[in-house]
């Protein structure tokens, strides 16, 4: 079922809630892919009945970023929502999540706004203000949905850290699955941002997981020294690939470290042919 009103779907919803039913939901922006059907799969076997939102959140861009150009695929998301048992596509417009007329800005908006130490990092820093806006988002949807569990995929671990700090911090009654990334066969991770690319583009970006794997490589024959790990990332990169971020923090608390252990994680983001790519790997068992 398409739902695209916040009213219709807590009135839907409320039977099977009154029934004790647990509800899962997977928010997603849409032009969905596998990653996203593994955390749907997740959902099924978790949850009696389950939401999967398809927004396109305008408040988590930036000014210069791709709000207006980002795949919108709701046909095509919707069939497979159906075909693999999802119960309700919640789908809203910009107005519906945020008002009539709406302008986004910090002046008539409330915001969740997650720590600092948590967003002027990784993606964070090149994109300010983004954490705020998933946040809020996420935390409307959660407000609406009131599910049991919640399933995000670990591709955007930053955003993983930082929603469970804010159901830990809210004491928001959800509990957060992590769900593990999905590749490609030849190591690329799926993003929806992946279409952009052309296939020379993707095989330029099988750098971000080469360089991922050989880290995790040199930590498991014993090298733990960070600044050594990260070193072993030049002898891949080339004029094709703009490295914009590789750093080893903590996985739970994204605190830098100088040794890598087993609570640590790799990140990386790269730019091919313009796009921005994101891909991590976590280092310990
Ligand atoms: O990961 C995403 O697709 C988005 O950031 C999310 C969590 C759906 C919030 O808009």
New binding site residues.
């Given amino acids: 079922m398409l739902i695209k009103t916040i009213n219709e779907l807590r009135e839907y919803l409320q039977p099977y809630r009154a029934d004790n039913n647990t509800i899962g939901l997977v928010?997603?922006?849409g032009a969905l892919h596998n990653g996203h059907l593994s955390l749907i799969k997740a959902a099924k076997g978790m949850c009696d009945r389950v939401v999967v939102?398809v927004?396109v959140?305008p408040i988590?861009f930036g000014p210069k970023e791709d709000y207006n150009k980002y795949p919108r695929t709701l046909d095509a998301d919707y069939d497979l929502c159906t075909k693999n048992g999802v119960d309700v596509v919640f789908s809203p417009t910009p107005e519906e999540m945020y008002g009539k007329g709406f302008i986004l800005s910090n002046d008539n908006l409330t915001y969740v706004c997650p720590p600092f130490n948590y967003t002027d990092k990784l993606c964070g820093k090149s994109r300010v203000g983004h954490f705020d806006?998933?946040c809020t988002?996420?935390n409307k949807?959660f407000n609406i949905v009131q599910p049991n569990f919640a399933f995000?995929?670990e591709k955007?671990a930053q955003?993983l850290i930082i929603?469970k700090k804010m159901v830990k911090d809210l004491n928001i009654p959800v509990e957060i699955i992590p769900c593990p990334i999905v590749r490609e066969a030849s190591g690329l991770a799926l993003s929806?941002r992946n279409k952009y690319l052309s296939e020379e583009g993707k095989k330029q970006a099988l750098v971000l997981s080469k360089i991922l794997n050989n880290i995790k490589s040199c930590y498991d024959k014993g090298i733990k020294d960070v600044n050594l790990l990260k070193e072993t990332a030049f002898s891949f990169l080339n004029d094709n690939v703009e490295l914009e971020y590789l750093e080893i923090f903590n996985s739970e608390t994204l605190e830098p470290q100088e040794v890598a252990d087993s609570s640590s994680r790799a990140f990386i983001a790269c730019r091919v042919e313009g796009v921005r790519l994101i891909d991590n790997i976590k280092l310990g068992a």
């Fill in positions: 928010p997603t922006m939102s927004f959140n988590q806006g998933v988002v996420v949807l995000f995929g955007d955003q929603i929806s």
